[in-house]
Each structure stands twice: as C-alpha cells, then as structure tokens.
C-alpha cells in the first residue's frame, strides 16, 4: 500500500501516455485529432518558455521568433522535398531542422539578451519580436509577407509505411515528439544545469558568491529554451502545412506566456496544463464569441491575481492531503461543490451581462447565450443577469470563506498527525 501511494505519480503518467495513444480511436473527427495535434505542438513551446521564465527566471515577451523561424525553415525544406530538392528527407527529421534552427537563432540572440536581466532583458526580447515581425513582411522572398508559405506534407518518401496524409499519423508523430521532449527537459530539471538555473533565478547574489558564473548559466538555458521551442515550430509547420508572419508575432509570444502563467510557472506540470486548456479555449470561445480575447484577458488577471500558482498550484496543493490521509478529502467535497456552484453562476451572469453589451454593436437584436435566445431590447433580460452576477459574487465571497476554513482545519489535522 506505501508503494503504492509512493509510486501513484508514475503510475499516473503512464496510465496518461496510455491515454494518449488511444484518442485517435476515442475521437476519429479530423477536427479533434487537429485539435489534439495542435494541443502537442503547444505543449512543448509551453514547456520550453517555462524553461526560460518558470526554471531560470527570465520573462521573455519575443520566444514566438524561435517558434516561427523554425517553423519558416522547416516548410522550406518541406517544400524542397516536394520539388526533390531533398528527395529522399524524412519528414520525421524535420524537428531536429528545427530544433537546431532554434538553438543556433537562441545562441546567438541569446548571448547580446543575457547581458540585462529583469525588465531591460524583457523589453530586448520584445524588441526582437517586432524586428523579426517586420523582418517576414519585408523579405517578401523568404517569408512571403502576409501570405505566408505553404508545403504538402504528404512528399511521397512513405518511410515505415507512413505517408502523413491522415491526420491521425501526424497525431503519433507530435505525442512521440511531445512525449520525448517534455522528458527530456524535465531530465534537464533533475540534473546540476538545471538546480543551477533555479539557484539563479532565486538569489543571483548568492550563486555568484559561490562560483557559478549567472550570465553563462542564462545564455545556455535561453539556447535550449529556444532549441526546444523550434522544434515545436517545426512541428507546427508539419501540422498546418503552412507558416505565416503571426506565428513570430508578439500574439504568439503573448499566448505561451499566457499559457505558462495560467498553467502555474512554478511546476513543471503547469505549462502543460496551460497549453492544454488554453488551446481548448481559444478554439471554442473564437468560434462561439467575438470576445473571446476580453475572456483571455480576464482569466489572465483572475489567476495572477488569486492563484498565483496557476492551474498547477491549486492540484498539487492537495498532495500532503493525498499522502498522508486521502480520507480528508471527503471533508473537502461538499465545499468544494458550493464554491464550484457560485463560480458558475458568476460566470453565467458576467458572461451573459459581456455579450450583451457586445450584441449592441449589430443590427441584430437576437443574440444566442449558452444555447439560448434572448433579446438586448429586452430590459428584463438585462435585469436577471446583472442580478445573477451580483449573487454570483456574493455568493463566492461566501463560499470562499468557508471553503478557506475547512482547508484549514484539513491542513490542521494533517501537521496533528505529524506532531503525535
């Protein structure tokens, strides 16, 4: 029973991996399995920024420019394989193109960004992004401008019998890609390099008192980030087919850094959790709302403003109670229930109050709020959801309050446990 509480982590992650490569048969629309596809390439951006900003302590507003430039290059060689320039290229080789793309673009940029820290090494970064922005507008003969470049993945070279015409191949091909990079930076966490960008990031002063030497240590965290962070342009290029200027933009760099906060830069698992409920949400509220940036926004604010530790923090913060008495849990469900209950109608009201607003810019009078039909003409309309916003907040002050106090008798009884 100690081993298994001990080992439930791993068991975990292999039940997870085993998931994984039964979804194209849980889920045969191409729309999810694209959905899923892109859900892996941002999973390893995400990983690689946070490897950056969660392991060394470095916010970067310009990570998107390794992510794109890559994604550039690697479509250029998907296209000279279309045109048998590289007749006899693998399409499963192009992430190493594009990871060595990225740690060549990260050493070089790398080693002028590291020289500043803090907010002069933000604003370099973000000077870099709009350069390089520019930079695929202007040079129309490499980027294409607006237009982008597209290639055909499917090069007739049907290595191991795979073509990655169906989707479902491209699917296997990013998991494996996924999975192999996100273990090995997490590797790259467990080993001295990675203990040292942490003592970094934590006290620059005292890892400088004993001998590391800061600068190098950031220079070769910022090239691996980036080396990572081109291999999952690549594979984005391979998903679409296609590349464009966006994909360098300071909205992609804004994204992943949304993606890492929100998931929890703190721990590992956070990011990954960002970029997976992340890139759910855009999908479904840009097809449900204009507004869906205003709920980015929003969300944004809501978790650095009350979950610091984002999506991650708020899961592990229940491991003591896992370890060491999982029956406390129960203590937790029924709060737990009303706390979820009030967010909800919270969320209901405030987001129903938003579209409402937004509807009075048409000419359409008739607007669709979850599932149903209800006028901006009508007055009474506008009544309920104000009302039901306003007793959603009260309602979460309330449930908040006493949700915090059972937490605390829970976290009580576990140190009681430890001190008898």
């Known amino acids: 029973m100690y081993s298994l509480k001990k080992n439930y982590k791993l068991i975990l992650y292999f039940f997870l991996i085993f998931t994984l490569l039964f979804l194209p048969f849980l889920f045969t629309s ?36 390794y992510f794109g430039l890559a994604g550039y290059a690697s479509i250029h060689f998907l296209s000279g394989i279309n045109n048998n320039y590289f007749p006899s290229l693998p399409i499963f080789i192009l992430p190493f193109i594009g990871a060595f793309i990225g740690l060549a673009l990260g050493f070089v940029i790398g080693y002028l960004s590291t020289k500043r820290v803090g907010t002069a090494f933000a ?54 890609w996924c999975i192999f990079s996100v273990l090995i930076m997490y590797l790259l966490t467990r080993t001295p390099f990675g203990r040292m960008c942490n003592a970094v990031r934590d006290n620059q002063q005292r890892a400088e008192f004993v001998g590391y030497d800061v600068r190098k240590i950031r220079w070769m965290a910022f090239s691996l980030s980036a080396m990572f962070a081109g291999a999952a342009g690549s594979l984005h290029a391979i998903n679409y087919e296609h590349i464009g200027f966006e994909s360098v933009s300071l909205a992609q760099s804004g994204m992943v850094l949304f993606m890492a906060y929100i998931g929890g830069v703190g721990n590992f698992l956070g990011p990954i959790l960002g970029a997976i409920s992340l890139t759910y949400l855009d999908t479904m509220l840009s097809d449900m709302t204009e507004a869906w940036v205003l709920y980015f926004g929003i969300i944004f604010v809501i978790v650095i403003a009350y979950a610091p530790q984002g999506l991650a923090g708020l899961i592990l913060m229940h491991d003591p109670i ?80 006493q949700t915090k106090t059972v937490w605390d008798e829970v976290i009580e009884d576990i140190k009681l446990g430890f001190i008898k």
């Open 30 to 65: 191409s729309f999810a399995l694209t959905l899923f596809c892109k859900m892996g390439v941002l999973i390893i951006f995400s990983v690689a920024y946070n490897m950056l900003l969660g392991q060394t302590g470095l916010l970067s507003f310009g990570h998107a420019i």
């Open 123 to 176: 604003m370099i970064s973000l000077g870099f992004c709009e350069l390089v922005t520019a930079l695929t507008l202007i040079f129309v003969v490499f980027f294409n401008g607006e237009d982008g470049i597209q290639a055909d993945r499917v090069t007739g070279n049907n290595y191991f019998g795979l073509t990655y015409g169906p989707q479902n191949e491209v699917y296997y091909l990013i998991l494996f």
């Open 322 to 401: 896992i370890r060491n008495k999982p029956s406390l849990l129960k203590k937790l469900a029924i709060p737990y229930v009303f706390f979820g209950i009030s967010i909800l109608l919270l969320v209901v009201g405030f987001t129903s109050l938003i579209e409402l607003i937004h509807s009075l810019k048409s000419n359409h009078s008739v607007l669709k709020v979850y599932w149903i039909e209800i006028s901006n003409q009508n007055f009474l309309i506008w009544i309920m959801f104000i009302l039901l916003t306003i007793l959603g907040i009260l309602a979460c002050k309330r449930s908040y309050t």
